[in-house]
């Protein structure tokens, strides 16, 4: 399913499509766009297996499920965005503007947008699973995703100074609507893997864009696919490292020691010394212990804790001659983002952050002809 005119993989009958699509805004007035020029555009379900007999009884599951737009000019490497709880993360942001999916089409940039397997329209699994609702969901997601702390007991929430997060009780109704509820059984990292493994093969040559819980599924990709491009992961929550390597526990502010990450073996970690990579965290994240940070308020002090493995991650992808960087968005003058810094009010500079990188690595050449 490469990308260019040789492909019938998302091509209209008879010929190539060409659209104009305008963007509907539906959460507050935004100020209009350019039209923006899609050649090409299509979904399906990708990868899978099927179960049973089909004499006496089959299912197909364990597919993801993709849809792309592949705009005029294209370059030459499309970007596969991965999320970790709703497509929303890459496409219009809870305010109505553009998301990472259109600023990137804008950028020429093929975009292709995933349901991993067991997963939103990719929810047909091949075993069992359930759901339970969580009647604290939105304060636990309020704080976790830091746009500010909501404790028990405190009938609205605090945003924090100066977050990116849109004020508007419009955008927050949006926020708590959004979650697919993750079925992280054992054995999903594999399974998602597999399948992105075969959507790369179908593909080509792509950058993988991760976020949260699906930064473990994009090293993991790596691993299985040489169609990985690069992998720029938005705050992911776990990182790998050769065996004989693993770091010493990370102490955590509830007396907990927290494993600084995976062992894989050593071949297997090699390869992802063979692509750039570039991992990105937001604001609002301690940088030291703090014991006032327990409770509802763990969760901060758990994504320091990330963002140390992080660290840890790119020294040892370094050391053997990688190419990685760990980048925190104040450092580089972009304050306060969210769990969420795609969907931000300043997503557009994020954006440029990641356009850098691709410039830099040489990820945005035109696709050849």
């Not at 990308?3 to 998302?10: E, K, M, P, Q, T």
């Not at 945003?159 to 508007?168: H, K």
């Not at 390597?245 to 995976?262: K, S």
Request: some cysteine; hydrophobic content about 40%; aromatic content about 8%.
């Amino acid at each position: 399913m490469q990308h260019d005119s040789r492909s019938s993989v998302g091509a209209a009958p008879g010929g190539r499509l060409c659209l104009l699509i305008v963007l509907a805004i539906g959460a507050a007035p935004i100020a209009a766009q350019s039209p923006l020029i899609v050649q090409q555009q299509g979904a399906r379900p990708f990868g899978g297996r099927i179960i049973g007999d089909p004499a006496s009884g089959s299912l197909h599951c364990d597919h993801g499920y993709v849809e792309w737009q592949i705009p005029q000019n294209a370059r030459r490497s499309p970007l596969v965005m991965v999320h970790a709880s709703s497509t929303k993360t890459w496409d219009t942001t809870f305010d109505g503007r553009e998301g990472f999916r259109h600023m990137f089409l804008r950028r020429g940039f093929p975009v292709y947008l995933t349901d991993l397997p067991r997963t939103g329209r990719a929810g047909q699994g091949c075993a069992p699973t359930s759901y339970t609702p969580q009647a604290d969901n939105d304060q636990v997601w309020f704080t976790n995703w830091r746009l500010g702390i909501w404790l028990p007991g405190d009938p609205t929430p605090d945003f924090y100074p100066g977050v990116q997060f849109p004020q508007d009780p419009r955008a927050l109704n949006e926020f708590f609507r959004i979650q697919y509820p993750e079925f992280n059984a054992p054995e999903n990292e594999q399974v998602e893997t597999d399948a992105l493994a075969v959507l790369l093969s179908e593909i080509g040559p792509s950058v993988l864009l991760t976020h949260s819980s699906t930064g473990i599924r994009g090293w993991i990709t790596a691993t299985k696919s040489p169609n990985v491009a690069a992998v720029v992961s938005y705050e992911p929550g776990d990182v790998v490292f050769p065996e004989g390597e693993l770091p010493p526990p990370i102490p955590r502010a509830d007396g907990m020691a927290v494993p600084a990450g995976r062992v894989v073996p050593r071949s297997e970690f090699l390869k992802l010394t063979r692509i750039p990579i570039q991992i990105v965290w937001g604001d609002y994240i301690p940088s030291t212990l703090d014991k006032m940070n327990v409770g509802r308020r763990l969760t901060l002090d758990s994504r320091r804790i990330n963002v140390s493995r992080a660290r840890l991650m790119v020294e040892a992808i370094n050391r053997h001659g990688g190419d990685a960087t760990n980048v925190l968005l104040p450092d580089r003058g972009i304050r306060g983002n969210t769990h969420f810094p795609m969907l931000d009010l300043n997503n557009a500079r994020v954006a440029d952050l990641l356009a850098e990188f691709l410039k830099e690595k040489g990820l945005d050449l035109p696709a050849v002809r």
